[in-house]
């Protein structure tokens, strides 16, 4: 079986877990918590560590097995499926989602003639190479586009601070700090997408004692430095347009990329920033695409190129069901708060509860 090494690990982790977050992280946390909202970030961002090390201690314990055959081991082979099942239906109905974003996010900002169509095969015909590729290359593409997604995020940033506007942050914490909580709770979905991907991703992991505490480690690595990214992201939106009008604006970045000049001579950079930002969204649907055929490898023995092209073809449907921003975003949103969330954070933390009982017990 192929494997990933440590720092393959760490950069797809944080690919995976920086996806699509940048784009409209600012509008979501700042409608919650106002001009403290970057404040929020970094405490919503942690969450993910604990689960992180939670999903690595599961591999110490049941080697070269994902979160859908321990969950069978665990908690009995019908309830095992359920859950492979939920899985299976969650991940896929939102990497389709994430999909139909790529295609709305490009035809809104620099190519609104061109049909969504186009957007959907061009980046589905990358996804699936990348999956059909295998694992090791997908953590090889993610090892080479990342450093650039970082870069470009922060060209975005360094070259917007002209346009601050003074005064921005001012008052700090005036509401308290119980609007940062709210902030917290809007990130910790992102968190999940992760630990979803996490899941299925243990069987091509190494288990020795060495390489599992650098997989602890790059843990909090990925989510440290994607919760600063982000950071960086939500206070430069609210330094430069204001708590209100970054709260309207649902991909406040891309607005910032039209608005960047160089030396005042290079101006509408932003299709090169989107071009870089292509391989996040890449990445980020490859995740959940990964998801699907685990789960339908695992609980229905199903494999094989046959299996992706359905796989594909219901991505494609889709993407082709949201056709405009704004229900696109509230399903994402509803999708994020109301199944992704609360699934991997309860399934995640009964699989370690069950296990450390199970440990106790059998001490006794």
């Known amino acids: 079986m192929e494997r990933i090494s440590p720092h ?10 920086l996806g699509t977050t940048f784009l409209p992280v600012a509008s979501m946390v700042t409608g919650v918590s106002g001009r403290d909202g970057w404040m929020s970030i970094l405490p919503g961002m942690a969450v993910g560590i604990p689960y992180g090390l939670m999903v690595i201690s599961l591999l110490e314990q049941y080697p070269h097995k994902n979160l859908l055959q321990i969950s069978e081991t665990l908690l009995g082979n019908w309830i095992g499926k359920l859950i492979g099942v939920l899985y299976i239906l969650i991940t896929g109905y939102f990497g389709g989602l994430l999909l139909a974003q790529a295609g709305d996010i490009y035809q809104s900002s620099i190519m609104p003639l061109t049909p969504l169509g186009v957007f959907y095969l061009g980046g ?6 990348l999956v059909s590729s295998g694992i090791e290359v997908f953590a090889r593409f993610s090892e080479l586009i990342f450093p650039l997604i970082v870069i470009a995020l922060v060209l975005n940033v360094g070259l917007s601070i002209p346009r601050i506007e003074e005064g921005g942050l001012l008052p700090i914490l005036s509401e308290g700090i119980l609007p940062l909580l709210g902030g917290g709770l809007k990130v910790e979905p992102f968190v999940m997408e992760y630990i ?18 650098q997989f602890k480690t790059g ?31 649902v991909y406040g970045l891309l607005v910032l990329g039209k608005m960047v000049e160089v030396s005042r ?23 959940f695409f990964y998801t699907v ?8 023995s199903l494999k094989g190129l046959k299996w992706n092209l359905v796989v594909g073809v219901v991505f494609m449907g889709i993407a082709v069901m949201y056709t405009r921003g704004p229900s696109l975003i509230v399903e994402i949103g509803f999708v994020d708060d109301h199944l992704i969330f609360p699934f991997a954070s309860i399934w995640v933390l009964t699989l370690w509860g069950v296990t450390r009982w199970k440990k106790g017990t059998s001490g006794l």
């Not at 589905?124 to 190479?129: E, R, S």
């Not at 001579?265 to 995740?287: D, H, N, P, R």
């Not at 055929?293 to 229905?300: A, K, R």
């Open 219 to 249: 843990v909090w690595r990925a989510v440290f430095l994607v919760g600063i990214m982000d950071t960086l992201v939500v206070l430069i939106q609210i330094l430069v347009f204001g708590p209100a009008e970054t709260i309207r604006l």
């Open 196 to 213: 979803l991907f996490l899941a299925g991703l243990l069987p091509f992991l190494p288990n020795n004692k060495r390489e599992l505490g």
């Open 293 to 300: 055929i685990w789960g339908l490898e695992t609980v229905f």
């Open 8 to 17: 393959q690990f760490m950069t797809l982790g944080a690919a995976v877990l």
């Open 124 to 129: 589905l015909l990358l996804v699936f190479y």
């Open 265 to 287: 001579t290079i101006a509408g950079v932003e299709s090169i920033f989107l071009g870089i930002w292509f391989g996040a969204l890449v990445i980020k649907v490859s995740a």
